[in-house]
C-alpha cells in the first residue's frame, strides 16, 4: 500500500474517532461521511497522492471537504480541522472510548461533570465511588467499570501498543529507512520481530554510512510528536499515539550483534551471555570476542554468533526465556512452516458480507494466485446484524460456486461454507438441515462477551457439538488492546475439540491473532487440528494468513497439526468427514 494511502486512511480513522466524540454520536452524519471516504480510500488502487482535489471527489464517498483535507494532508502533512480536534480532545480522553462500556456521551459526562480526562483519573474516580451519583451511570456501571478496569490492568494492555498499530508503523519505517542514501541495513527488533501481541516501544537497527541522514529523515516524518533524545548513534521519537521508536544506526561489521541484542529477549541475552562466558568469551551489542585480548569471535550476522556459540540459527519467534536454547544447542528446534506452501483458506468473506470489499471471482482469483488448492468462501450468518447473509442470498452464492468451480477445474476446490454466530446459549443460525448443506463451516462469537466463564465454555461447547460445525473461529473474540477474551474454562473446550473432531481456528487477523500462541501451546499433547485462516474481507487481505502461521510457530506445534499443511486430498477428505 501507498504511504499517501496509509496516510490517508490514518487521518480518516482519527477524525472518525475525534468527531463520534466531539458529537456525542458514533451515526451522527458527519462521522458516516467520513466513513464513507475512508472506504472508498481503502478500495481504491491508485496513486492519491497524484490526484487534485477535483479529481479526488470524483471518487465515489469523496465529497468536497474531505477531497481538500486529503490534499492539505498530502501537500503539507498537516491537516487544520484535525490539529482543532486534538486540541479539543486530548489522545487520553479519546483513549477511554475504548474502554468497554464507555461510549462518547459517556466519555464527554465524565470530562464535564467530574473532570476526568485520563485512565488514571477515571480509576480514582472509580475508587472514590464518584461515578455511581452520575446522572446515566449508576452503581452498576460503576461496578462493570471496576472489573474492566482490573481486567485491563491485569493484560497490561493499557500502556502497551498492539501488534496491529506498531507493525504497520514499524514496516512503514523501515521502508523509507532503506530508501536513503548510505543504508545497507534496516531491520525492526525487540518484542515486534518476536511477534509479540503488545510491544512496549519499537526497537529500530540500521546499519548505514551517515547516521544523520536516517536521523534528519526521522525527524522530520509527521507521525512523530516529539523528539525525546538525538544522539550521534541513537535517536527516539514518540509518535501521536504516545509509541516510542528507539532508533540505533550501527555499523555494518556489527549489524549481527546488534540485532540480535536488540531483538531480545533480555532472558534470550541473558542466557547467551552465560553461554558465551562459559567459552571465555563476552557478548554485547557490538560483537562475540574473547574476554582476554578482546579478539572478535563473530559480529556480522547473527546466523555466525549462534553458530560460534554452537547452536542452530534461533528464529526471532523462538527467542523468549524458554528453552529454546537448550533446543537449538541439540538441533531440535521445532520444524518452522512454509509460509510458501500453504495448501489453502478456510476463512474468507466477499461482498456478499456488510464488511467485504472483493467480489467472489476476484477472491478465487487471488487464492489461485497464492498457490492454493482449497479455499472456503464464508460469509457472515444471518444472525449477525448489519453483515449477515439470508439463507436466499447464500444458495444463489452456491449455484455462483458451482460455475466457477467448472470455470476454475481442477485448479482449486471451492468449498461453500459460512461463519456461524454462536449464540448466548451456543445456539446457531439458520435450520440445522439447512446448515447440513455447507461444504465447510466455522461457528464464532460475536456478541455475549461478558457471560461468566462457566456460561461461556458451555456455548463453545455446545457449537462444537453441533454436526455442521468443523471449527470454531476465533476463540476468545478478544481483540488485543481493546476488548478481553472471552472467560473459557481450557481444558474443558480442549476435551470438546478431541470429543467432536472440532478444529480451532487461528486467525490472523492482527487485532485478533486468535486463538493465541500460548493457547495453542497448552493444546499441544491434544489431538487437535489448527487451522490458519486470513479472515479476509479484501482480496489483499488473504495474505494476513501469514500472522496466522507467525503464531503457530511461535506456539512451537509441530507443522503435522496443521491442516494447510496438508494435502488438498487429505483436506478435502477432513472437511466432508
Ligand atoms: P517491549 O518493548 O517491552 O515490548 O519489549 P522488548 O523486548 O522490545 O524490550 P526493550 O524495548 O526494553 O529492549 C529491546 C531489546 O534490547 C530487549 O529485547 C533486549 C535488549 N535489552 C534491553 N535492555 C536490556 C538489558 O538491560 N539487558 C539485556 N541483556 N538486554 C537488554
Ligand atoms: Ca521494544
Ligand atoms: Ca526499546
Ligand atoms: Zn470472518
Redesign the pocket.
Known sequence: MSHHKRDAIDMMKELVELTILDEGDPQSFRVRAYEQAMAAIEAFEGDLGAMKASELTKLKGIGKSTADKLRELFDTGRVTKLEGLRAKHPASVVALMKIPGLGPKAVGRLRAELGIVDLDGLKAAVREQKIRVLKGFGQKTEENLTKVLERLERDGGEK?TPLSVALPLAERLVGEIRALPGVQHAQY????R?F?E??????IVVAAETPAIVFDKLVSMPVFERILVRGEKKTSLVTRRGLQV?VRVVAKKELGAALM??????G???RL?MRALERGWTLNEYALSEVEGGKIVAQETEEAIYEALGLAFIPPLLREDGNEIELADKRMLPKPIDGTKLMGDFHVHTTLSGDGRSSLDDMLKSARERGYKVVAITEHAEDLAMTGVSKDKLLDQREKIRAAQKTHGDAIRILHGAELNIGKDGSLDYDDEFRRTFDFCLASVHEHFDLGKEAQTARIVRAMEDPSVKMIGHLSARMIGARPGIELDMDKVFDAAERTHTAIEINGSLPRLDASASVVRDAKSRDITFVLTSDAHHTTELDQIQNARLVAEKSTIDPSRIANTWSAEKILEWAAR
Open positions: 502497551r527488533c525487540g518484542s515486534l518476536r509479540s503488545t510491544v512496549g516501544d519499537l526497537d528507539d541484542y536488540f531483538t531480545g529477549s533480555k534470550h541475552n541473558i551471555r
